[in-house]
């Protein structure tokens, strides 16, 4: 029985048939057959398969020949695969994450052997994000056919539904650290977040900690379905499974993290708000880095002893290079384990290997504070705590 189109839509209707046997069961250098095979195959005309052809030799699958025949070309060949980035890896406040993450994806690649990009955008992290992709070379690869892959760091692709549709209709694989799986994305690199909250609260409960504060973050443009937002709802639901009720004066996520003074600002909010008998938290789980930078100041210039009066738990980046004006025990994200991690799915996906997982998700390492690491607090003397005075104090 002929392997026939109904409802014909012709070389529209054949175009994704053709596209995924080239891909799945030919190599490079394959003889396709004849346009009169094909036509009898799919009960169509000439004219329809000819334009299903052109279609694919112009996303570099096939390579036709006069007096030759049609031929499967070598998909990596002239393509490279793009590493896009789509907020200002030049701007002051921008993590650390982004510019070594994005940077480590390119050598990796490059070391795997493959012909590799990095791209960077413009958009700002504080403003509303635009419309459209920012990075004008990366639209340009992309209207040319240059990409044989492609792996994002702060790029949310469900903004940008028209460019990542296009990627998917060409085959493109796309691995990201956010979006949707299937609709705009391939696989999926994503931080344990969920797991960071409750890591903190428990370390802070651990030490006899329970009127605990949270700084998190969010963009003011984004959906109150954001990750930011995730934040404060794993936080609430970590306290009320130990009994603890939360303070709301307490839990701030008013400024976009890089925003300058925010982690001030928001611990100045925090620590001013007093409690319904007029205490202060004596436990701080910060849920961003660069918070972090901007509370350690505020605590210093408030004088607050660390740990016995205030326990802080806060998110890192290995290898960062930050350092700490007091003691913090850290949960770190290693920003290398994300890029091989994103690196290694979308090498399987071009070589059409298959996947244990689509959506994988790394975990943090915790670091103790260092007993040795002092603080001096305004008009106070240095203050080096023991390992006892961080265990045992209850504030």
Known sequence: MPDTIKRLSLSQQ???????????????????CTIAAFARRFEVSFHSVREALSVLEQEGLIERHAGRGTFVCDGQKGRHVGVLVEIDLAAPHTSYYYRRAAAHTVEQLRAAGYSARLYTGHASQIEPRPADIT?????????????????????????????????????????????KLDLEVDALVRPDLSGMVRAGVDYLMKHGRRRIALMAW????????HQAYEFIDDFRVVMAEAGIPVNSH???????PVAPGAGWEEFREIWMAA?????????????????FLGAAMAVLQLGIRVPEDLLIVSHHNQGSGMASPLPVTRLEFNPDAFAQARVDLLLKLMRHEPLESRDIVLSHELVEAKAETGIVPTGGKRRVPTTAAVSSATG
């Open 14 to 32: 054949i175009i994704p048939i053709l596209r995924d046997e080239i891909r799945t069961e030919f190599k490079p250098g394959d003889r396709l």
């Open 135 to 179: 990075s004008e070379d990366f639209r340009d690869a992309l209207e040319h056919n240059e990409l044989a892959g492609v792996i994002t760091f702060a790029t949310p692709e469900h903004r940008f539904p028209d460019w990542f549709g296009s990627l998917r209709a060409a085959g493109v694989p796309v691995v990201s650290g956010g979006g």
């Open 218 to 225: 969010r963009s003011p443009w984004e959906p109150r379905n």
């Open 250 to 256: 307490w839990v701030r996520d008013d400024l976009p």
């Open 275 to 291: 409690g319904e008998h007029g205490e202060k938290p004596n436990g701080l789980l910060i849920c961003d880095d660069n918070l």
